[in-house]
């Protein structure tokens, strides 16, 4: 079964079924993306992350903005995303700008974070290097005697991001490699998605 072209180009609708199926076959993180960003050095980097939330303005995630991530989109606000279902078989590609979620959009999801996930955000310094394991421990400790209940504030340099999709491609495996990919682009976020295929 190929991949229809929808009468109306809603690839947030798409993406947000492709999820739903993942949720259903995926044993781990169905939510899983891998994120590709351009540091001020101009090196590319990429790692996975989990997507926290999604509307028709864009995919969430959550990070420390002093990681190398938050550094990174601090130098160019551009990045790409990769969603892979092996079980399924499918892939989707993201690329557009991004932006800071809301101070009540990351204090309303940093709320319904574990504890010690919270307390966590306190004691890393993400990315930063680690002379050894006990630094982190006695760093934990001190943040959970600080905040001896589940109500922990947000750090400052702990939210969220937005990427802001100008182009998704959904791929799906088929036989013989004839693979199928379909495209939807846009100039703004104002414009009407566009569509068109490639060939595998």
Do not use: C
């Not at 899983?32 to 989990?50: C, K, N, Q």
């Not at 999604?54 to 991530?69: A, C």
């Not at 990174?72 to 279902?85: E, N, Q, S, Y």
């Amino acid at each position: 079964m190929t991949l229809p072209t929808p009468a109306k180009a809603e690839p947030f609708d798409l993406l947000a079924a492709w999820l739903a199926d993942a949720r259903k076959t995926e044993l781990n993180d169905p939510n899983a993306m891998t994120l590709a960003t351009v540091g001020p050095d101009g090196e590319p980097d990429a790692r996975i992350v989990l997507l926290k939330g999604q509307d028709d303005r864009g995919l969430v995630f959550y990070t420390n903005y002093q990681s190398r991530k938050g550094e990174d989109l601090a130098a160019d606000p551009r990045a790409a995303l990769v969603f892979h279902w092996k079980t399924l078989q499918r892939q989707v590609r993201v690329r557009g700008t991004v932006e800071k979620v809301t101070p009540e959009e990351a204090d309303a999801y940093f709320a319904g974070r574990p504890r010690l996930s919270k307390i966590g955000a306190w004691a890393s310094d993400q990315s930063r290097p680690l002379a050894n394991r006990s630094v982190l421990e006695t760093r934990l400790a001190e943040a959970e005697a600080r905040f001896p209940t589940d109500d922990v504030a947000r750090p400052p340099h702990w939210s969220g991001y937005r990427v802001l999709p100008d182009r998704f491609e959904f791929w799906r495996d088929m036989p013989y490699r004839l693979h199928d990919r379909l495209i939807y682009t846009r100039a703004t976020p104002q414009d009407d998605w566009m569509t068109e295929r490639l060939f595998p």
